[in-house]
Nanobody, 121 residues
């Protein structure tokens, strides 16, 4: 079992910045991709940004010009720097990691509890 602890959410004015962090702990063997998703009320969860072990990144179109994802493998931590925040960014942000399971022979997804980001007008 892998546990993910997120922090950094909060209430900010439009144009402000937040930095989210997520640290994995527990049965860590081989974490592959790390990512941030978000879910607004009444909407499906969507991928915001992802980063591979090799450092390749991809972003949602709405985030690519304003957000930056990074990771510290030594700390099993992934970050999301969010700049120029807009009210449309308001959502619960979830950390996600993938790890190969020896017992089930498949990639397992793990999710954080979510951290609220609210951007006011």
């Amino acid at each position: 079992q892998v546990q993910l602890v997120e922090s950094g959410g909060g209430l900010v004015q439009a144009g402000g910045s937040l930095r989210l962090s997520c640290t994995a702990s527990g049965s860590i063997v081989n974490i592959n991709r790390m990512a941030w998703y978000r879910q607004a009320p009444g909407k499906q969860r969507e991928l915001v940004a992802a980063i591979t072990t090799g450092g390749s990144t991809n972003y949602a179109n709405s985030a690519k010009d304003r957000f930056t994802i990074s990771r510290d493998n030594a700390k099993n931590t992934v970050y999301l720097q969010m700049n120029s925040l807009k009210p449309e960014d308001t959502a619960v942000y979830y950390c996600n990691v993938r790890q190969w399971s020896i017992t089930s022979q498949r990639w397992d997804d793990y999710w954080g509890q979510g951290t609220q980001v609210t951007v006011s007008s």
